[in-house]
């Protein structure tokens, strides 16, 4: 069974002018920018998402605030041991987890403990020499009003905040914070 060709009256679409389609894309676009600069001027802490939910742009630093910044050292074994750093790439991370996972540690949340473990694992299956210790060191940046400066960032010295042993992450040991 073969089907009726279609009449003319069924292929003819609904035309609409071009002038009708401009218009309703303004209103689309013009609708858009409303609500960014809704967003943008009035914020309310609440999630804007498309408009303002981005990580740069969805809460701004008073100068005079602090950031903190941390990275993973690991310890060799011998009788002088030497501090490496260690990237995220290293242990195989390919997201930003990893920064949140050391400024865990470094400010002993409750996560911390499973963070080290995890970060133990890691060490000791992917580095080479096996490190025995892992250590996280800080830093502290006040901001101003045009950010941070690099000539700061350059001078400032490191801090050892935690360390533990690759076989033993639940004994870390607590040092003073920068």
């Not at 060709?5 to 609708?31: D, F």
């Amino acid at each position: 069974m073969t089907s009726s060709p279609p009449t003319a009256a069924r292929r003819e679409q609904a035309y609409v002018p071009l002038t009708v389609k401009k218009l309703l894309a303004v209103m689309v676009i013009a609708s858009c920018l409303g609500a960014q600069v809704y967003a943008a001027a009035w914020p309310s802490g609440a999630r804007w998402w498309p408009f303002m939910n981005y990580p740069m742009y969805s809460r701004s630093y008073p100068p005079g605030r602090t950031v903190a910044s941390y990275q993973l050292r690991a310890l060799g074994c011998g009788a002088e041991p030497e501090a490496r750093r260690i990237g995220a790439r290293q242990l195989g991370y390919r997201d930003g987890h990893f920064r949140g996972e050391l400024s865990a540690i470094a400010r002993d949340r409750p996560k911390a403990p499973r963070h080290r473990a995890r970060l133990s694992r890691l060490a000791g299956a992917r580095l080479t020499p096996r490190p025995c210790a892992l250590q996280v060191w800080g830093r502290r940046a006040a901001l101003t009003r045009a950010g941070v400066s690099a000539a700061a960032l350059r001078d400032m010295q490191w801090t050892l905040l935690r360390e533990w042993r690759v076989d033993y992450p639940d004994s870390a040991r607590v040092l003073p914070g920068p």
